[in-house]
């Protein structure tokens, strides 16, 4: 069964950094696109980051552009979210999702959706 399994949530001091990490495994992320989602306690599900399957497009919501940063290491099959800036409105649970292998485009944004991760917490201190 294909995982996706993300890290490296936990507590932060405003301002401070993080960096999650997405690692596939029983799949292949090359050819896939993948996303990074967001949620807050009681607010919808907020679509922050994607990463083309070529890793050399990306886009970002309005919210986190220009102190989030997607990456991607194919070698190791895994996705980065780098979080720097990190203000109390960046608290929540952060899911990462592939795109669906099926006729996959690796392209943002994502269509359709296949494997998602079981998210990771990052809590904001002030």
């Known amino acids: 069964q294909s995982q996706f399994v993300e890290s490296g949530g936990g507590l932060v001091q405003a301002g401070g950094s993080l960096r999650l990490s997405c690692v596939a495994s029983?799949?292949?992320?090359?050819?896939?696109?993948v996303t990074w989602f967001r949620q807050a306690p009681g607010q919808e599900r907020e679509e922050i980051a994607c990463i083309e399957s070529g890793g050399q497009g990306t886009t970002y919501a309005a919210s986190v552009q220009g102190r989030f940063t997607v990456s991607r290491d194919s070698s190791k099959n895994t996705v980065y979210l780098q979080m720097n800036g990190v203000t109390p409105a960046d608290a929540g649970i952060y899911y990462c999702?592939?795109?669906?292998?099926?006729?996959?485009?690796?392209?943002?944004?994502?269509?359709?959706?296949?494997?998602w991760g079981q998210g990771t917490q990052v809590s904001v201190s002030t």
């Open positions: 029983r799949f292949s992320l090359k050819q896939l696109a």
């Open positions: 999702a592939a795109e669906r292998s099926f006729l996959a485009l690796g392209a943002c944004p994502v269509r359709a959706f296949g494997t």
